[in-house]
């Protein structure tokens, strides 16, 4: 009788301990495919709660750049130190365009040619609009919906130099990432904003394009 009763503990045991094991694995599995089929949300490389203030404002200037609104986009550049246009991370703040938040206001009106730089490896002049230089140096993806963003970090680089911090020792920077698509691409790009203090208020002093360079 003591042995029927032993093996009829152990019987259900086993009942429990399957059941269990059952209900985790399914758990577990339905977590990771809700995971999986959810919207990816943007990812962002700090862990620091001051940064949802540049994550707010870097998110801002994104979406009037998205919707060609230069006039609001004019309301956070820097008023003293104005926009610094850069189409390379390797910046030069003596050839770089430099906008007043005014210049800026009026970038989809502006017909005239202005020299942004040279193109890495070639060193041809950079010779467009300012519209058409926003379309390809600063808003060539959706950076709305960039899915890593980094602060105060380079999340990615190629042989250029970086030298944001140099150039801006004050300002903070905030990084809207576009990953490559695959392991063997390098169409990485990255939307590099820059911002420094205005009297206890951050404002927006450049935007750097960076991208693959060999």
Not at 10 to 37: A, E, K, P
Request: proline residues 5%; charged residues 20%.
């Amino acid at each position: 009788m003591k042995k029927q009763f032993v093996n009829l503990g152990c019987l259900l045991l086993g009942i429990v301990l399957g059941v269990g094991g059952c209900l985790l694995v399914s758990f577990l599995s339905g977590g990771s495919l809700s995971r999986r089929n959810a919207p990816e949300p943007v990812s962002i490389v700090s862990s620091d709660t001051k940064n949802d203030e540049l994550a707010k404002l870097a998110t801002a200037v994104a979406e009037r750049i998205a919707a060609r609104d230069y006039e609001g986009l004019s309301e956070y550049v820097h008023p003293v130190f104005g926009l610094v246009l850069a189409p390379s991370p390797t910046l030069n703040l003596g050839s770089n365009q430099c906008f007043t938040p005014q210049r800026v206001a009026i970038v989809g009106r502006d017909s005239a040619v202005y020299i942004w730089g040279v193109k890495y490896g070639s060193d041809e002049p950079i010779q467009m609009t300012p519209s058409a230089y926003f379309s390809q140096y600063v808003y060539d993806r959706d950076y709305v919906h960039a899915p890593v963003m980094g602060f105060n970090t380079v999340l990615r680089s190629g042989n250029a130099l970086e030298n944001v911090t140099t150039a801006f020792p004050d300002g903070q920077f905030v990084d809207l990432y576009f990953p490559s698509t695959s392991a063997e691409s390098n169409d990485w790009r990255i939307l590099r904003m820059v911002f420094e203090d205005s009297d206890g208020e951050m404002k927006l002093s450049a935007l750097i394009h960076s991208e693959y360079t060999d």
